[in-house]
């Protein structure tokens, strides 16, 4: 081989090689990398444990004494259903060994025992989550709404200032998911607001709640 034909050959060779990577490279961009074969269409059971912040009281008098659930833990489970790498469907459930407790007293007031109140929130939610097409990121932003019921069990104990109820509720939520921690496993942190319609028996007004969710889960795929 002469010399002019060896310098030629390795500028060949790049260029072959430049030529091949522009080629396979749109073709990478076109097929997005998933964390498992079906794209993320699937089941998912999840359990969480969050801190359950009503921000109203359930009763508002005109002497500005009322009701509220006091800020305590609370655990949840959830089932979903994607049906395809977007959007899925979500059957959640929200459970609370809540207290119960007076504001609004004048100042030096003994505060009357009101006792606990077993409070439960269940919806079904539409959910929508951000995946990037041909991203390895494990992580996924999601935004969910939805509707169901809120429920809330004094015992007897608040009458006449809170009584039992069952009152229609929406529910609005985003968080980030974090998947492929071990396999088919993944951790979620989320902020949820249930937003439910509560009647005062004290006054027989209706009033607008809302129940600030502030959670932490744990989920596995099938």
């Avoid at 833990?73 to 059957?91: E, N, P, Q």
């Avoid at 505060?111 to 929508?128: E, K, M, R, S, T």
Wanted: hydrophobic letters at 40%; charged letters at 15%.
């Amino acid at each position: 081989m002469t010399r002019r034909g060896r310098v030629r050959l390795p500028a060949v060779l790049a260029a072959a090689l430049l030529g091949a990577a522009t080629t396979t490279a749109p073709l990478t961009a076109q097929n997005p990398v998933d964390f498992d074969e079906t794209g993320g269409e699937g089941f998912e059971i999840l359990g969480a444990i969050g801190l359950l912040t009503p921000l109203g009281s359930l009763v508002s008098n005109e002497d500005g004494v009322g009701a509220t659930v006091n800020v305590n833990v609370s655990y949840g489970l959830d089932a979903v259903y994607w049906a395809s790498s977007r959007w899925g469907v979500g059957a959640t459930g929200w459970y609370s060994p809540a207290q119960l407790s007076i504001v609004g007293l004048p100042q030096g007031t003994e505060q009357p025992d009101l006792g606990n109140a077993d409070y439960f929130v269940g919806a079904l939610n539409a959910i929508y989550r951000f995946r990037g097409e041909g991203s390895r990121s494990p992580l996924e932003p999601y935004l969910a709404a939805g509707g169901g019921i809120r429920h809330l069990d004094v015992g007897g104990m608040a009458a006449p200032f809170v009584e039992d109820s069952t009152d229609p509720a929406a529910t609005v939520a985003g968080g980030v998911r974090l998947q492929g921690v071990i396999s088919k496993m993944m951790i979620r942190l989320e902020m949820r607001d249930n937003i439910s319609l509560y009647e005062s028996p004290a006054t027989g007004d209706s009033k607008l709640l809302n129940d600030l969710l502030l959670s932490f889960g744990v989920g596995v795929r099938f």
